[in-house]
Structures are given as structure tokens and as C-alpha cells.
């Protein structure tokens, strides 16, 4: 039987890999939790913030292109706290984020969507959701 030690990591790759660290740096206040260079030929970093069991992983490998997001309802959703979405959703866009229509309606109705540079969304909700 495998052992799970309940932590999360999401990864993903990117043709962007310093814009997509400092975008979700910056939009969602992450932190560079560790990084790699060269490693079989991949690079890589893992974002989140110290004490948290759940993180994103964005790497890059050379000489291959990964393009974009294959469908806009491929999304991260983040609940936060209601009192803090317009500062939030402030925040994205200044980080590079895009806010855009969500392609699941349920989500304009319960939050902010945004897409980085790579077409993949990010979904600021309420918390009380």
C-alpha cells in the first residue's frame, strides 16, 4: 500500500518560464520555494508560500515548445477572502495577468478570472463560496 503524505504539487509546463515565476510571484504573492537548472535537460521552479502543503511547479524544457492552453476551462481556483478580491484582482493584473469572461459562467458569477501568458486561467473567489 502507498503511503500519501497529503501534500499537493501542480505542475505544469511553460514556454515562458522567468514571465509565468514573476506573474504568479507578484499576482498571488507566491514564493520561490525552490528551483532547478539543467536537470535532464528541464528547468524548473516551485512556487507557494513556507508551511503550506500544496504548491506549483512551472518547468521548462529545452528545445521543445509546449504552447498554449489547450481549452480556457483548464483553471486554478484560489478562494480568498471576500473583503480582499478588488485588491487581489488589482494585484493580477498588475503582475501581467488578463481578466477575462470565465469560460464556465458559475465563475463570473462567484469570482474574477484571469489568464496568464500561456492561456491558462486563475480564479480569485470568495471564500464563502
Known amino acids: 500500500m502507498m503511503t500519501v503524505s497529503h501534500n499537493l504539487r501542480i505542475a505544469r509546463p511553460t514556454d515562458n518560464l522567468q514571465a509565468i515565476k514573476a506573474m504568479y510571484m507578484k499576482g498571488l504573492g507566491l514564493e520561490l520555494l525552490g528551483s ?6 528541464f528547468d524548473g521552479v516551485m ?9 506549483l511547479e512551472f518547468t521548462q524544457q529545452t528545445g521543445h515548445q509546449v504552447g498554449r492552453c489547450p481549452t480556457e476551462d483548464h483553471l486554478l481556483v484560489f478562494y480568498i477572502d471576500p473583503e480582499r478580491l ?35 486561467r486563475v480564479v480569485l473567489s470568495p471564500q464563502n463560496q
Not at 495577468?97 to 501568458?117: A, H, I, K, M, R
Request: aromatic share 16%.
Open 36 to 41: 532547478f537548472e539543467n536537470h535532464q535537460g
Open 47 to 55: 512556487l507557494g508560500k513556507k508551511g503550506m502543503r500544496t504548491h
Open 86 to 120: 478588488e485588491e487581489f484582482s488589482n494585484q493580477m493584473v498588475e503582475a501581467g495577468f488578463e481578466l477575462v469572461p470565465s469560460y464556465n459562467p458559475y465563475w463570473d458569477e462567484n469570482g474574477n478570472t484571469f489568464e496568464d501568458c500561456d492561456g491558462y
